[in-house]
């Protein structure tokens, strides 16, 4: 007995000096606490590539690669090079509260665009950030991304959150256009030992139709598709934006 009772108590103790086994996030699960993380995080680094077309009385489609700093859930600082029309461009953009000033474009200074114009809310990569229109997360495998594990999941975008996202978009000085439809879908990759995203790809269409505000693009033009394409790394989260993201001297 006494035997018995000894080996059940050894037992025991080994038993309890065991780590307890977590279980891990489901995908849906994981995918908010990295969205939540990346909020906490206030800062990161954003590198990266995508595609934009539009369809409409004027077709342009053209590549870029963008470079900069986020501060969420208002603040970037890019440097975006596409190539349009045989030519190469590099645009400097800075946005700050739903105002957006470009260099690049025209001239050789700084302009300000209505922050809320129809094609900012699809444009803006900063956006891309908010999964809080996510459904449908599944997960597709678990690679290592410099040297680090991480769960790789894709997701669908609600089509509805995305129409009410793009209408909400109109103010009464932006061209009246109507949202008819809207798709988008994504992947992410969440890193394991701190839950933090590293690479965000999003593909997005919305059909428009009315004032877009954009030449050769007439309300007689019909419906006119935007479709864009983004593809995020995601890096030096938590850290210092430096120089500080701030609105360029007046002109």
Same mark, same amino acid.
């Given at each position: ?25 489901? /995908? ?23 595609? =934009? ?8 489609? =053209? ?8 501060? &969420? ?20 953009? &800075? ?22 114009? /129809? ?57 009246? =256009? ?55 790394? =995601?890096?030096?989260?938590?850290? /210092? ?11």
């Amino acid at each position: 007995m006494l035997l018995r009772l000894l080996s059940c108590v050894a037992a025991l103790a080994i038993a309890c000096g065991q780590p307890a086994v977590l279980a891990e996030p489901s /995908p849906t699960e994981l995918l908010q606490k990295a969205s939540t993380n990346l909020k906490d995080a206030k800062t990161a680094h954003i590198a990266g590539t995508g595609s =934009f077309a539009i369809s409409s009385g004027l077709n342009i489609s =053209f590549d870029f690669k963008l470079n900069g700093d986020v501060e &969420i859930p208002d603040k970037s600082r890019l440097s975006t090079e596409m190539s349009l029309l045989g030519q190469t461009l590099s645009v400097d953009t &800075i946005t700050i509260a739903g105002r957006t000033f470009s260099k690049g474009l025209t001239g050789s200074g700084w302009s300000e665009t209505a922050g809320n114009d /129809p094609q900012g809310a699809v444009l803006d990569p900063l956006g891309q950030t908010d999964l809080s229109a996510v459904t449908t997360v599944i997960e597709v495998d678990r690679p290592e991304i410099d040297g680090r594990k991480t769960r790789h999941l894709s997701y669908t975008i609600d089509q509805s959150k995305l129409v009410e996202k793009m209408k909400g978009t109109q103010t009464a000085t932006t061209p009246s =256009f109507d949202v008819s439809g809207a798709t988008g879908k994504g992947e992410i990759w969440i890193r394991t030992d701190d839950n933090q995203i590293v690479r965000q790809l999003v593909t997005l269409s919305v059909d428009m139709a009315g004032d877009l505000g954009i030449p050769g693009a007439s309300p007689a033009a019909g419906k006119s598709t935007f479709e864009i394409a983004f593809d995020l790394k =995601f890096s030096h989260l938590g850290e /210092p934006v430096s120089p500080a993201i701030t609105a360029p001297p007046a002109q």
